[in-house]
């Protein structure tokens, strides 16, 4: 099992910045790809951006060029940092992980924090 805690969430104006947080902990040994999605009212979710092990990063073109998604290892957390906030991106953000298991994948979730954009 792997927990997922965020934080980093809030109010923010448009064009300004948030960084997201997400520390993980448990069976993290597991884990091969880390992420955010977001969830907006209506919609469904989708994948912001994402970290393989490897360091492969994978962005969503709506937030291209606005977006960067980094490792602390030490930490076991994974960072995301978003700029130039638009009224449009207002949703819940949720941390994700990837696990491997033995003939077996899985997903984790955290339990999500509000982005809201004032403009």
């Known amino acids: 099992q792997v927990q997922l805690v965020e934080s980093g969430g809030g109010l923010v104006q448009a064009g300004g910045s948030l960084r997201l947080s997400c520390a993980a902990s448990g069976s993290i040994f597991s884990i091969n790809a880390m992420g955010w999605y977001r969830q907006a009212p209506g919609k469904q979710r989708e994948l912001v951006a994402a970290i393989t092990s490897g360091g492969s990063k994978n962005y969503a073109d709506s937030m291209k060029g606005r977006l960067n998604i980094s490792k602390d290892h030490d930490k076991n957390t994974v960072n995301l940092q978003m700029n130039s906030l638009k009224p449009e991106d207002p949703a819940v953000y949720y941390c994700?992980?990837?696990?491997?298991?033995?003939?077996?994948?899985?997903?984790?979730w955290g339990q999500g924090t509000q982005v809201t954009v004032s403009s």
């Open positions: 994700h992980a990837h696990g491997l298991g033995y003939h077996a994948e899985y997903d984790y």
